[in-house]
């Protein structure tokens, strides 16, 4: 990109280009992991109702701290893993993109260390935020090598340490067993773990949050994007001890959460047992998919989340991709050499999806 003379972007940002999955009309979009269910009508009444309750109000600020939406996060979450938090240990804000700048915000004073291929925001909000970011490396089938990663924590000593659990692109989770040594080797080195766990309700690894009331150095980052469906109202949170939660405070934006935001996601909270029903669908036919790209000879990375990573057709990946958007398949070129990554959609998505494949490779 070439920028103006005249503009004083900051020198470590001029080489740089926004994020950008491709927002094109298809008929089946699965590129950015979203869930395929939109809000039943009752559930899209509940929200308008709650959303015009708070219009009427709209020359106020909202609540600065979101406590009602923090204590309704706070129980879904006690629900899930069997722990006791409460509002003081949740933090939420405009999806979890913003939580990890938050985090980068607060925390990243020293090295922070990742392990890719992982989620691209990560080392972009790292570079964004003029932190130095360490790439680790994961095994050839990119599954994560416990012992590398804790000698590397070991070696680097970074203030932040991240893990994707299911990682995103490949799928892959981490066992709380590992995710313990892991925390070990972050505390040895006085860092803090963050685990990212925007797919956490599509695997049956036990939630890193259960670590945290005996490692108070374990953040998780959650998102209701994604198994929640709820991707466009932008609601993601971080699970912490509430030393983390007070730390959000200095570095967010006040009144930084809508009202309207506030309000969409406590309903949407209430009316989780519909959202989140979607999940088992997903996953069943996640195994669909990955038996229909077996079928064609491809080769797949075992998920864990509601997308799969494959490989094994002739053509580049950018050829098979845009191949496919022409047929109105719309994937994701995860930017991996001879792999891409499909999200599992609905039945009539992944069908279109199985049947433009097979008439390309
Ligand atoms: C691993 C991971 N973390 C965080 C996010 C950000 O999600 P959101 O900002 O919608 O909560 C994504 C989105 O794809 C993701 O894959």
Redesign the pocket.
């Known amino acids: 990109m070439t920028w103006p003379s005249w503009l004083p972007l900051r020198e470590t940002l001029r080489p740089m280009s926004p994020y950008g999955a491709p927002q094109v009309p298809a008929r089946a979009s699965l590129n ?2 979203e869930n395929p269910y939109s809000p039943s009508p009752a559930l899209q009444k509940a929200i308008t109702d709650a959303v015009a309750k708070v219009a009427a109000d709209l020359n106020r600020y909202p609540d600065r701290d979101a406590t009602v939406l923090r204590t309704k996060l706070a129980g879904y979450i006690n629900e899930l893993s069997s722990t006791k938090f409460s509002a003081d240990n949740i933090w939420a804000a ?7 700048q938050s985090i980068f915000l607060a925390f990243a004073g020293g090295a922070i260390l990742g392990f890719t291929p ?2 691209s ?2 080392p972009l909000i790292a570079k964004v935020t003029g932190a130095q970011w360490i790439d680790g490396k994961r095994n050839a089938d990119f599954s994560l090598n416990t012992s590398d990663a804790v000698a590397e924590i070991q070696k680097n000593k970074p203030t932040l340490t991240f893990i ?1 659990t ?4 490949t799928g892959g989770a981490v066992t709380l067993d590992e995710m313990q040594k892991l925390a070990d080797a972050c505390k040895s080195v006085g860092g803090l773990l963050v685990v ?4 956490g309700e599509f695997s049956q690894e036990i939630s890193a949050v259960t670590l945290i009331a005996n490692n108070p150095h374990v953040l998780v ?6 198994a929640f469906a709820f ?1 466009g109202a ?3 949170y971080l699970v912490s001890d509430a030393a983390v939660n007070d730390a959000m405070m200095i570095v967010r934006l006040p009144y930084h959460l809508s009202a309207l935001t506030q309000a969409a996601a406590q309903v949407a909270i209430d009316h989780r047992a519909e959202l989140l029903g979607g999940v088992a669908t997903i996953i069943a036919a996640r195994e669909v998919v990955v038996q229909a790209l077996h079928d064609m000879g491809l080769t797949t990375i075992t998920s864990s989340a509601n997308f799969v990573l494959f490989t094994g057709f002739k053509q580049e990946a950018p050829q098979l991709w845009a191949a496919l958007l022409e047929k109105g398949v719309l994937i994701r070129d995860v930017g991996l050499s001879g792999y891409l990554r499909v999200t599992i959609g609905n039945e009539a998505e992944n069908a279109l999806f199985v049947s433009a494949l097979k008439e390309l490779i």
């Open positions: 950015t992991n405009n999806g979890s993109n913003e939580i990890i992982s989620y925001m990560h994707t299911p990682n995103n692109p990212d766990e925007a797919y980052i959650r998102t209701m994007s994604k991707a932008r609601v993601g």
